[in-house]
Nanobody, 127 residues
């Protein structure tokens, strides 16, 4: 029940855009910060963005700041990740997850505690 479902991945050329979606239960959406993560082959998982349920605060990793935008639709219990100016280095499986603590604001993603990763969605950026 707590797992999140990411979707919206695909194949895009460098410079293109994609929008990922993360569907959550209403309880999860209303009470936990939700984050986006990615993992490329042979690399560690990287936290790239977060949006808080408590105050709407957002945070981004330096690698995506200025190119990616996180948002949420309260009516659909869905968090989005708009990805613009995509680069081949953005190629990865993208996951969403939620903070294990209730009602925390978003800060440095590495200092937060995420769990309950759902099934990921593949993003491939060709050069």
């Amino acid at each position: 029940e707590v797992q999140l479902q990411a979707s919206g991945g695909g194949l895009v050329k460098a410079g293109g855009s994609l929008r990922l979606s993360c569907a959550a239960s209403k309880y999860t959406f209303d009470n936990y910060a939700i984050g986006w993560f990615r993992q490329a082959p042979g690399k560690e998982r990287e936290g790239i963005s977060c949006i808080s349920s408590s105050d709407g605060s957002t945070s981004y990793a330096d690698s995506v700041k200025g190119r990616f935008t996180i948002s949420k639709d309260n009516a659909k219990n869905t968090v989005y990740l708009q990805m613009n100016s995509l680069e081949p280095d953005d190629t990865a499986v993208y996951y969403c997850a939620h903070e294990i603590r209730l009602w925390v604001p978003c800060g440095r993603i590495g200092g937060m505690a995420f769990d309950y990763y759902g099934q990921g969605t593949q993003v491939t950026v060709s050069s």
